[in-house]
């Protein structure tokens, strides 16, 4: 059986790269999830080992061409629709308190926020 040059491309990526590769495809206006991420990378690392690669990339731990400017690390929620970051921005909510600066971003490519601060996976989810 032939291996794709995408499989030989991600057998020569840290696990880490690998995540950061997958989450690079996810367009915008889309989310993943830890999970998903998890099952496209063959649980090569575990949901929680996801996010741990997500945080890395706002660390010195991370060097070369990932970081969170060249990996857009927003675009990843949990399974619940949910926010997992707790990362401010500068702008302020109507009762005055910061928004979550990964809200502004997944807002500004036209994801839509529920009441119960959730989205609607059936929606956005990012599905190649």
Excluded: C
């Amino acid at each position: 059986m032939a291996t794709s040059n995408k499989s030989k491309q991600t057998k020569n990526l840290s696990p880490f790269e690998h995540v950061y590769e997958i989450v690079r495809r996810i367009p915008r206006g889309k989310v993943s999830t830890y999970g998903d991420i998890s099952a496209r990378m063959n649980k090569r690392l575990s949901a929680a080992a996801v996010g741990w690669a997500m945080n890395a990339l706002g660390s010195d731990k991370i060097e070369g061409e990932y970081n969170s400017n060249t990996v857009p690390w927003h675009r990843v929620i949990n399974s619940k629709g949910k926010l997992s970051t707790h990362h401010e921005s500068a702008q302020l909510s109507e009762d005055g308190r910061p928004l979550r600066l990964q809200r502004v971003l997944l807002e500004e490519e036209g994801v839509r926020f529920r009441n119960d601060e959730s989205i609607d996976l059936a929606v956005y989810l990012w599905t190649e």
